[in-house]
């Protein structure tokens, strides 16, 4: 294969984290060549704790509304960065495969699988997730979306697992401009799986607020 | 409001909770320095561990502990004599094998956890799983159940069953033989199943679970440990599905409370997808023959049902596959036969509408070809073959409103455009075709209890230990507790979920509304009839009048004959100084009940349109019909129906998990390769309720409709398929390649 058809492999890092990037790298592979040091450190728990230092890298990412300056491996995804260090359970994992779409979210307005999307890809970028959709965010006295309003008026979910899911595909799916038909809906909404099987009633409500005029 | 009124639509009482993400599912919990466990599963289907490296594993970051065979802290419950179950002592008929997790380097399934990491995060326990490498002694392993059907076993329990004459079939004018076929089918909730466990003190336990019953995970993990319930807390408030994977407590669930106790810290287990197609059951690979013979004016002679189905090696399941047709249809001759042939495969369990959905496909999909033998149609011919009492059991059904059903479903999917002759009707470049299929099952009433809260300001709390999974539990027992205390529904709150509450069955069988809404009925007639009797003893503005004199609705007691005179709940709670009436009531089926058969029954309609050139099949109309007594909670009970649907349309045209028998392991074990249906494949749905009270099973007149909304709808398809091409299906899925080499 053609070097030219992967433009988009280069690395694009502002010059200061590229340089730590490199330091650290060769920090670890100059480790990985002193097979005895090695096994010492691990007998000592240094591994653990030069681990921590070399595997951590800032991101800084707008999460319903909120700067958030965090310290994550780069291997963390979006999705468990949400639900095992910012609490924000409201976003789902049912397969961590990008197969389900119980964990989709918006990243700059467009929905994403947080499963399949690497937290440190979300660099400068505003997240929206489930918890940030009601206007005022605190709870029971939140002003629902009206999407949200629709898929309780319709009863749109069971047990409620996909449900975070399936409403922020579809206030995407209607800003996208594919609400236009009940069958259009259900194309663009077959990335969100619901095995309670509650379909009909998902596509009622999206046709009611795309119908409805309302801005989502 | 009585048991003869219908009851208004109220939107889900959770619903708030499930639209904001506010709803907390096991794993959304978060406890002080919560550590995180990852299974490893072995990569043979049958022999034997023979080294198992876990060095590397141990010794990468974050790692708290390998656990093996080797190292595996006691389970002080499962050192008592073995029986044949998993997770608990009951002995069982002897099984060929004993599996206790991680208690020998035995195998008897592909995916059995060889090893549980446990590190601080669940990446590095993830990185460190990837680590740990077996070697095996291999033995041969089998998981083909079509190869091995002739060496099926009677299992213990119920025995093959037979009335009239045995060889009837032989004799009967019109005669029928035909083979069925259920894939491995799996239950994939949305949710990943696991754990979160916590020892809250040397012989305290916390446990945050994936399970359709907390009293029965408690009691799971009492025995396991041995220690008193008390000391054991379960919750589960919210179930992101279960479908029956819920059903009991998995061995992986308890390894991780085990080994949370020896290490000291929280862990929370949450499995992958594919480790769902292995650890939490299945609906087993089941082949069925229906022999059938009517007469020439469509009478049915005789039926012979015999099922077959793969279980493990070491346990046996089984289900009721061959019971529909035992007393579904008035025939003097009937037998039906089960057996299970033990594979090296893991144990299945009750998938939504477990046996009785694989048995109504054979069964209604016979009847349709019957139907098209004698040139009848096919609802005529359920008809003449209708019974009024139970042929099994020689008693009346508590009530069943079939043909109203029928004929209802008929009319809503427009049945008179059908065409007897399959393949006459076309739509452009699509064959249109109808079918239908009746579904049934028991209508149970387990124990069950409750307790209800009156506060003097007018509201009410309602509490049972019950989950619910996803059917409207909560919302259903507002409303029972809405028509008895007459509290508006906002003012109600239902408590559930968790073992400090009134005990409570498992969510399963189609049972709770049944069970738990008797409770619930009658912890709130307690209160109302403590009401009354305050109302009218000495002193009380409304003294001297009689019990049933007095009405209670919007926290107001009034008495008819009297316009005016009104007596506030918060006055006369006030008057008598109390803060709250408190009821916590036991409820159960009476002996009433063994005079009657009690079933929920329903009926799907389904036109279909199929491609000619690629095999392809749409459902492009459904209708379901319900006839399971009074509907408590009309909105929440449309949509159990409708989720029917679409669990039907993907067992009739896409489930199938697929094994590589050489390997015996599973090719297609994620969403991508196992098909459930999605958006596109389910149409809009229709559904009717029949909606009139059974008079004997419990005070709402109200039987389950978890089950009946799935039972019969791939033999509708199946039907449909047949009506718009002249070709019958009789192993699902339907799928494209099927079709396509009957119409070439």
């Not at chain 2, 049915?300 to 346990?315: C, K, M």
Request: with cysteine; proline share 5%.
């Amino acid at each position: 294969m053609a070097q030219n058809e992967h433009p988009g492999d280069e690395l694009e890092m502002p010059d200061a984290s590229r340089r730590h990037f490199l330091k650290q790298s060769s920090a670890l592979a100059a480790l990985a060549l002193a097979p005895t040091a090695a096994v010492k450190a691990v007998d000592t728990g240094w591994d653990q704790k030069i681990a921590a230092a070399f595997e951590q890298l800032p991101l800084q990412v707008t999460i319903n509304g909120t700067v958030q300056n965090v310290s994550i491996e780069p291997r963390v995804t979006l999705l468990d960065l949400l639900r095992e260090q910012l609490h924000l359970t409201g976003t789902k994992k049912g397969c961590d495969h990008g197969q389900c779409g119980a964990c989709t979210v918006h990243v700059d307005g467009q929905r994403v699988n947080a499963c399949l999307t690497l937290a440190m890809t979300t660099e400068g970028s505003n997240v929206t997730t489930i918890e940030g959709l009601a206007t005022n965010d605190h709870g029971a006295t939140a002003r629902l979306h009206p999407m949200q309003e629709a898929f309780i008026k319709h009863d749109g979910f069971q047990c409620g697992y996909c449900t975070p899911g399936q409403i922020m595909s579809a206030v995407a799916c209607i800003r996208e401009g594919h609400a236009d038909s009940p069958e259009e809906v259900r194309e663009y909404m077959s990335g969100n799986i619901c095995r309670c099987g509650a379909y009909a009633n998902i596509v009622e409500a999206i046709m009611e607020v795309k119908q409805g005029g309302k801005k989502v | 409001m009585t048991k003869e009124t219908k009851n208004p639509s109220i939107d889900r009482v959770d619903g708030r909770m499930k639209v904001t993400g506010g709803a907390n599912y096991f794993a959304d919990f978060e406890l002080p320095s919560m550590a995180y466990c990852v299974l490893v599963g072995s990569e043979i289907a049958r022999g034997t561990i023979s080294s198992l490296d876990t060095k590397k594993a141990q010794g990468a970051p974050g790692v708290l502990g390998v656990f093996t065979h080797q190292n595996m802290p006691p389970i002080p419950g499962w050192d008592a004599p073995i029986g044949g179950q998993a997770d608990g002592p009951p002995p069982k008929p002897k099984t060929e094998e004993t599996y206790r997790i991680l208690s020998s380097p035995k195998i008897l399934f592909d995916g059995q956890p060889i090893a549980i990491v446990v590190a601080d995060t669940y990446e590095r326990a993830t990185y460190a799983a990837s680590l740990v490498k077996a070697t095996y002694a291999k033995q041969a392993s089998r998981t083909d159940l079509s190869k091995h059907v002739a060496e099926g076993i009677a299992p213990g329990g119920s025995g093959d069953y037979s009335r009239g004459k045995a060889d009837a079939h032989q004799t009967a004018p019109i005669t029928l033989e035909a083979n069925y076929t259920i894939p491995i089918e799996v239950h994939n909730p949305m949710e990943l199943h696991g754990i979160l466990a916590h020892w809250t003190g040397p012989d305290k336990l916390m446990i945050y679970a994936k399970t359709q019953g907390v009293n029965a995970t408690q009691n799971a993990m009492a025995q396991a440990f041995k220690l008193d319930p008390k000391n054991i807390h379960v919750h589960t408030e919210f179930m992101g599905g279960g479908f029956g994977m819920g059903l009991r407590t998995w061995p992986q669930e308890t390894a991780v409370v085990a080994i949370a106790r020896k290490i000291g810290r929280p862990l929370k287990l949450v499995m992958n997808r594919s480790q769902m197609f292995t650890l939490v059951g299945h609906r087993p690979y089941t082949v069925q023959t229906i022999r059938m013979g009517a007469d020439q004016t469509g009478k049915l002679v005789s039926i012979n049902h015999a099922a077959t189905a793969e279980t493990a090696r070491y346990e046996d399941f089984t289900e009721a596959t061959v019971n529909m047709t035992k007393f579904m249809y008035a025939c003097p001759n009937v037998s039906t036969r089960y057996r299970i042939v033990r594979l090296d495969r893991s144990v299945p369990i009750w998938m939504r509408g477990p046996g009785e959905a694989t048995g109504a496909f054979a069964l209604e999909s016979a009847m349709d070809e019957m139907a098209h033998k004698l040139n009848l149609d096919p609802i005529e011919f359920r008809l003449r073959n209708y019974t009024e009492t139970d042929p099994e059991h020689n008693r009346p059904y508590s009530s069943k409103n079939l043909r109203e059903a029928y004929e209802k479903g008929a009319d809503a999917i427009g049945w008179n455009n059908r065409k007897p002759q399959p393949g006459s009707l076309r739509e452009g470049n699509w064959l249109i075709g109808y079918g239908m299929s009746t579904g049934v099952f028991n209508a149970f009433r387990w124990e069950a209890s409750a307790r209800a809260l009156l506060k003097a300001d007018g509201s009410l709390t309602v509490q049972s230990a019950v989950t619910d999974i996803g059917p409207g539990t909560g919302t259903a027992l507002t409303m029972i507790a809405h028509n008895v205390l007459g509290v508006p529904v906002e003012k109600i709150k239902v408590e559930y979920g968790d073992t400090s509450l009134p005990k409570a069955p498992s969510q399963g069988g189609s049972a709770i509304v049944s069970a738990v809404g008797s409770a619930v009925f009658d912890a709130c007639t307690a209160i109302k009839q403590a009401l009354i009797e305050l109302a009218v003893k000495d002193g009380s503005s409304l003294a001297g009048r009689q019990a049933d004199e007095l009405t209670l609705a919007n926290g107001i007691l009034s008495v008819e004959k009297e316009p005016g005179k009104k007596l506030t709940v918060s006055e006369l709670m006030q008057v008598n100084k109390l803060t709250v009436i408190d009821r916590t009531k036991e409820s159960k089926a009476g002996p009433d009940h063994q005079k009657y058969s009690m079933y929920s029954f329903s009926v799907h309609f389904v036109q279909v349109r199929v491609n000619p050139l690629t095999g392809v099949v749409r459902v492009a109309k459904a209708v379901s019909v319900a006839d399971s007594g009074r509907i408590i909670s009309p909105k929440t009970a449309a949509s159990q129906m409708i989720g029917g649907v679409a669990g039907g349309i993907g067992m009739a045209l896409t489930e199938e998990a697929v094994i590589d028998h050489r390997f015996g392991r599973f090719v297609n074990n994620n969403f991508a390769d196992y098909h459930v249906a999605v958006h596109a494949d389910v149409p809009a749905i229709e559904t009717i309720m029949i909606d009139k009270p059974d008079p004997i099973i419990n005070p709402m007149g109200a039987k389950g409709m978890g089950e009946i909304a799935l039972i019969g709808f791939a033999g509708a398809v199946a039907n449909a398929v047949f009506n718009a091409t002249g070709q019958r299906v009789r192993d699902l899925p339907i799928t494209p390649d099927k079709v396509m080499q009957k119409l070439v």
